[in-house]
């Protein structure tokens, strides 16, 4: 636990937790929340430090959000790991390249992904509210799946991370048909796999704060078990609406990087 932490401090991170999980578990981009809450909590300690503990609290969430998905909704498992497998591999690749990357050539680009992928969900209503397949899907589905929601978003995760959930959601819904609360519960498998492969790594060279990241996952846990049930009982249109909700968060987030950060 950082020794310049306070009470008030404290409190506030754990606020950002709980919500971040809540989030996370609806839609995915916990941690536009959890990260810059803990950037901020805690200026005084080295980055590697604070991304470290962002996963050991956000791992937890995320795992409580799949297990509670996977008891109450038709998710395929073995079609989850397949592309959960192939998403690690992208996020380490991902992760491999992100050093040599300038973040101000590529926020322009997500920018414009992102208000395309507003502009299709808002003008397409449908989207989304298919029934879940009730079969197995074909194996053409599958592979452009483990290719795009896998290998392609599992490495945008490693190279910059904020959006993985909704654009993991919007991608298995658009390939293999989902509906948002089947997406949203596959998407939640998919980022368990890609969170326990980057806080190995963490966990190795030594950069994170385990008694924090500890407290923290427990509020992270409430959060994220609260919001899967909601998705469940809410159901396509409540997922819809966090779904708008956070593309648009994650858009002024990135345009204020952009242009207005100092």
Same mark, same amino acid.
Request: with cysteine; hydrophobic share 60%; proline share 5%.
């Given at each position: 636990?950082?020794?310049?932490?306070?009470?008030?401090?404290?409190?506030?991170?754990?606020?950002?937790?709980?919500?971040?999980?809540?989030?996370?578990?609806?839609?995915?981009?916990?941690?536009?929340?959890?990260?810059?809450?803990?950037?901020?909590?805690?200026?005084?300690?080295?980055?590697?430090?604070?991304?470290?503990?962002?996963?050991?609290?956000?791992?937890?969430?995320?795992?409580?959000?799949?297990?509670?998905?996977?008891?109450?909704?038709?998710?395929?498992?073995?079609?989850?790991?397949?592309?959960?497998?192939?998403?690690?591999?992208?996020?380490?690749?991902?992760?491999?390249?992100?050093?040599?990357?300038?973040?101000?050539?590529?926020?322009?680009?997500?920018?414009?992904?992102?208000?395309?992928?507003?502009?299709?969900?808002?003008?397409?209503?449908?989207?989304?509210?298919?029934?879940?397949?009730? @079969?197995?899907?074909?194996? &053409?589905? $599958? %592979?452009?799946?483990?290719? /795009?929601?896998? +290998?392609?978003?599992?490495? !945008? #995760?490693?190279?910059?991370?904020?959006?993985?959930?909704?654009?993991?959601?919007?991608?298995?819904?658009?390939?293999?048909?989902?509906?948002?609360?089947?997406?949203?519960?596959?998407?939640?498998?998919?980022?368990?796999?890609?969170?326990?492969?980057?806080?190995?790594?963490?966990?190795?060279?030594?950069?994170?704060?385990?008694?924090?990241?500890?407290?923290?996952?427990?509020?992270?846990?409430?959060?994220?078990?609260?919001?899967?049930?909601?998705?469940?009982?809410? @159901?396509?249109?409540?997922? &819809?609406? $966090? %779904?708008?909700?956070?593309? /648009?968060?994650? +858009?002024?987030?990135?345009? !204020? #990087?952009?242009?207005?950060?100092?």
């Amino acid at each position: 636990m950082p020794a310049d932490i306070d009470l008030f401090t404290l409190t506030l991170l754990c606020l950002a937790a709980l919500a971040a999980g809540w989030i996370d578990a609806v839609v995915g981009g916990g941690g536009l929340l959890l990260l810059p809450a803990l950037l901020v909590g805690l200026p005084h300690t080295p980055p590697a430090y604070v991304l470290g503990t962002n996963k050991s609290t956000a791992i937890v969430g995320t795992t409580a959000a799949a297990v509670t998905y996977v008891r109450k909704a038709p998710v395929d498992l073995r079609t989850a790991l397949r592309i959960g497998l192939a998403a690690l591999a992208g996020s380490l690749a991902g992760a491999f390249f992100a050093a040599g990357i300038d973040s101000e050539v590529l926020r322009p680009l997500i920018m414009a992904v992102l208000v395309a992928v507003l502009a299709f969900v808002l003008f397409r209503p449908a989207f989304g509210t298919a029934p879940a397949p009730s @079969g197995p899907v074909t194996r &053409r589905r $599958v %592979l452009a799946a483990i290719l /795009v929601a896998g +290998l392609g978003i599992g490495f !945008y #995760d490693g190279l910059i991370g904020p959006g993985t959930g909704a654009f993991l959601i919007i991608a298995l819904a658009a390939v293999l048909h989902m509906d948002l609360v089947t997406s949203s519960a596959t998407a939640k498998i998919i980022n368990v796999c890609t969170n326990v492969g980057a806080l190995t790594m963490f966990a190795i060279q030594g950069t994170v704060l385990w008694q924090l990241g500890a407290l923290l996952a427990l509020f992270n846990l409430v959060g994220g078990t609260v919001g899967a049930k909601m998705a469940l009982k809410r @159901g396509v249109g409540f997922v &819809r609406g $966090v %779904l708008v909700v956070v593309v /648009v968060s994650l +858009l002024c987030k990135l345009a !204020y #990087d952009q242009w207005l950060a100092v």
